[in-house]
């Protein structure tokens, strides 16, 4: 069965740390990956997406992921968190050749950074 | 521009009371979503549509029904609402299926749902 790990549930930081969000899958295929973000309040808004070719993917606001297959992971790092980050962090995936056009997510993670 | 609205925004009932959310999207997209999102669960599908007419239960489909009679509307209908489903509810359009190449889903602004 499909499933999305996400293995932190709420991470602290200060400002100007690093982060690194760990996602990890079960498909037994191609997949299309995604994260998005969740601001307090607001609607889901893609961070970033990862469809073939480079397994290094940027997004908005200086995130980036790395797909990495034999890891079955798709970690999003960002090198210096601000305090406008704080906001809820979600891992999806779509299966390759799924019909039901269905997003699998991960549980989500709660990034709070203080400034 | 392009989007998804949802409507409403927020709404507060009472278990029983029958009542629809509404779902546009002006993308002309053939699939549709609903999710509901719960602390600790992330977002889980409740029913998706693949074309006019054409719907079927996702992973918690019980206590909603939806209908796709147009290509532009999606509503998600809750014939007798109940305190466990008071959640946060995402509507969800994309050209196609979510694992083709290329295909991302495109997000309403979500409807924040309490049932007493």
């Known amino acids: 069965a499909q499933s999305v790990s996400q293995h932190n549930h709420h991470v602290i930081l200060s400002e100007a740390a690093s982060l690194e969000l760990g996602c990890n899958y079960s498909y037994g295929g191609t997949v299309n990956l995604f994260w998005y973000v969740q601001y307090p309040g607001q609607h889901l808004q893609l961070l970033l997406k990862y469809f073939s070719g480079d397994p290094l993917v940027k997004g908005i606001k200086g995130f980036e992921a790395e797909f990495i297959k034999s890891k079955f992971s798709f970690n999003l790092r960002k090198p210096s968190v601000q305090w406008s980050d704080t906001a809820e962090y979600f891992c999806?995936?779509?299966?390759?050749?799924?019909?039901?056009?269905?997003?699998?997510f991960g549980r989500g993670t709660q990034l709070t950074v203080w400034p | 521009e392009a989007q998804v609205t949802q409507n409403p925004r927020y709404l507060i009932t009472v278990t029983g009371k029958k009542l629809t959310v509404t779902c546009s999207q002006n993308m002309n997209h053939e699939y549709m979503s609903w999710y509901r999102q719960d602390p600790g669960l992330g977002l889980r599908q409740i029913y998706y549509s693949m074309n006019v007419e054409v719907t079927d239960k996702g992973d918690v489909p019980e206590g909603y029904k939806v209908s796709r009679k147009e290509k532009r509307n999606f509503p998600l209908i809750l014939e007798s609402p109940s305190p466990n489903q008071t959640s946060l509810y995402f509507c969800?359009?994309?050209?196609?299926?979510?694992?083709?190449?290329?295909?991302?889903?495109?997000f309403g602004q979500g409807t924040r749902l309490t049932v007493v």
């Open positions: 969800a359009s994309s050209p196609g299926p979510v694992g083709d190449t290329n295909t991302e889903a495109f």
């Open positions: 999806a995936v779509g299966g390759r050749g799924s019909t039901l056009g269905r997003l699998y």
